[in-house]
């Protein structure tokens, strides 16, 4: 997301919102961990069958809220790859991004992979600003 400057909800934005755009998604997975495992910890004096009613909402809520984000920032992420590569839809017209991002979460960031780094001719890499080595061309 990074590479292609969207922010951290796939949208298309100015480089001062999209420079830290890695940071903000890994702090949002790391609040979502700590609190889906707070919950778990606080659940487990409890049977399944018996677990309080605020704890089932509250990690119902966490869940849902976190998958929501996660379908909406890969919708409008493969939306904006889309655009910038000239992808046309072809089936779902209008629809097409949500629905492949709900029912083939893998296939759109495989696709996405394939579209904004040439993997053959640049490997990938840790630690670095765009996940290819330096001096890789931000599109190919």
Known sequence: MTRLHLTWLGLPGP??????TFKVVMMILAAYVIYSTSLELASMPYDPENLPPLLWALKSLGSTAFSVYTLFSLC???RSVRIQYSIPEQRCHGYEDIVCSCCCTC?????????????E?????F???????VGTPLTV
Request: aromatic share 8%; with cysteine.
């Open 76 to 78: 409008n992420t493969r």
């Open 127 to 133: 630690f670095t600003k765009t996940g290819h080595p």
């Open 121 to 125: 001719t640049y490997p990938g890499t």
């Open 15 to 20: 480089q001062v919102a999209t420079k830290n």
């Open 107 to 119: 296939c759109v960031l495989a696709q996405m992979a394939r579209h904004t780094g040439e993997y």
